[in-house]
């Protein structure tokens, strides 16, 4: 399995990294949406994840939602965001942008592996 | 970290714990022991764990006594712990149950509630896939930690909670905002009832039901309480019931009555032709 991790926090996204490093993933980071894009535009195939940051300089999370979602290129690729903004409309908007899945931090390890399971990425398997 | 706990109180409280709830603790779950009742200590005053063992051994039993055995049989959970037996239940149980009961009413147990993930996931797989039963399901939700099955009767989950295998639409369409908390709706709550019990006693009162869960709970009873406790689910059960157990756990030598039934990647039991 392949994540890109897009968050401006070096922090979060290292503590998201190892974890999914542990499990065998292969993970490629972004400090910000306009960045993730020269990434993913550097990568011979797209990764079956991108964790995506709300909030961050640049590019936020879900102008990058909008833009990936607008790629045909990127369709199959599913998209969680992973953020501070808790409410509900921002969860309606984001989940009708094309967003798979939606998790609010602060939050644990399980929490994050059990949502990955909901898209069908284990990571026990 | 809690200082470990003197030997002698150690085997005293295992004694208190098994003749109060039947529940079972050796020395390998020591650390378990340390970690729960340390909010019990918080919440009375009590400076120690050697103190609280002091408490403990008085008597007549009061709300100290309670909060110990709620505090070591409170187990963590989430919504959709472990996923496949919920699929089993949508894919194979609630159809095959469905056209048998026809309008019938649909009785479920979960037998040990805990704070509700599990009947309030329960709920969301009825009204999702069947509208119509779930208008006439019952989920009976049983445990002997008062506190939690208030929270069960509640629906008011932490933002944590939450975000712990609960998917993000079913989450907008079956919970309220409630300042930082999240809160069941009315058409998932109005089909859950709760009620304290200690399976480890005898009970009264329980219709026979279709669907039982008692999963990751009788790996804490020892063998006789285990085959005490499932005969008398089993025989609480419907005739074409199911019962659902633990992933990891088995009902081979416990109840010779229930045959497990193949069903995906869950582990579940039915009742004996």
Known sequence: MHALIVDDSRAIRSVIARMLRQAGWTVSEAGHGQEALEVLASLDDAPDIALVDWNMPVMDGYALLQALRSNPGYEQMQIMMVTTETEIERMQQALAAGANEYLMKPFTQEALAEKLGILGLDLAA | MAPALDPQDFNWL????????????????????????????????????????????????????????????????????????????????????????????????????????????????????????????????????????????????????????????????YFDRKGSEWQVKPELSRMIETRILNLAAPWVGIPPMDIVFIRNVLIYFDVETRRSIVGRIRKNMAMDGFLFVGGAETLLNIDNDLTRATAGRSTLYRRAA
């Open chain 2, 14 to 173: 295992c004694t208190f714990l098994r003749t109060e709830s039947a529940l079972v603790i050796d020395e390998s779950k020591e650390y378990l022991v340390t970690t729960r009742l340390h909010p019990v200590l918080k919440e009375f005053g009590i400076a120690t764990l050697t103190d609280l063992i002091g408490r403990l051994r008085q008597r007549p039993l009061g709300k100290v006594h309670q909060r110990v055995i709620e505090a070591m049989t409170t187990n963590e959970t989430s919504f959709f712990r472990d996923v496949h037996p919920f699929d089993t239940l949508r894919d194979e149980i609630l159809p095959e149950l469905a056209r048998k009961r026809g309008a019938a009413p649909l009785n479920i147990w979960c037998a040990a509630a805990s704070t509700g993930q599990e009947p309030y996931t329960i709920a969301m797989v009825l009204r999702e896939k069947f509208p119509d039963v779930a208008a006439r399901t019952k989920i009976l939700c049983t445990d002997i930690n008062q506190t939690v099955l208030e929270r069960t009767k509640n629906g008011i989950y932490s933002q944590l909670e939450v975000n712990r295998g609960l998917p993000a639409p079913l989450l907008l369409k």
